[in-house]
């Protein structure tokens, strides 16, 4: 079983960066799409990014084009999420997710992804 886990959320000022990571343990990163989700307290998870298996194409959720970058490096097992220029709506716990079907592209919904990590926070203040 394939698990997952976050890290290098903090707590940063506004127009920061930070690059947050997500490790695969176990056999078949390369051949799964990956995402990226984030959630605030009594909020459902919204979706922030998206990769797909081979890394060749990614979406973004509307609220972080231009300022978070997606990318996995295959070779290490490692998920990233690069964000810059951090506002005090991104402030939540962030989450990596491998999608349910291997070889799919990955969708914006979290039904569409069975595997999650525990999560990191990301803190911004102004």
């Known amino acids: 079983q394939v698990q997952l886990v976050e890290s290098g959320g903090g707590l940063v000022q506004a127009g920061d960066s930070l690059l947050l990571s997500c490790v695969a343990s176990?056999?078949?990163?390369?051949?799964?799409?990956m995402g990226w989700f984030r959630q605030t307290p009594g909020k459902e998870r919204e979706f922030v990014a998206s990769?797909?298996?081979?890394?060749?194409?990614?979406a973004l959720a509307d609220s972080v084009k231009g300022r978070f970058t997606i990318s996995k490096d295959n070779d290490k097992n490692t998920l990233y999420l690069q964000m810059n220029d951090l506002k005090r709506e991104d402030t939540a716990a962030y989450y990596c997710?491998?999608?349910?079907?291997?070889?799919?592209?990955?969708?914006?919904?979290?039904?569409?992804?069975?595997?999650w990590g525990p999560g990191t926070q990301v803190t911004v203040s102004s």
């Open positions: 997710a491998q999608v349910r079907a291997r070889y799919t592209d990955p969708g914006r919904q979290p039904g569409a992804y069975n595997i």
């Open positions: 176990g056999r078949g990163f390369s051949i799964y799409g």
């Open positions: 990769i797909t298996w081979t890394g060749s194409s990614t």
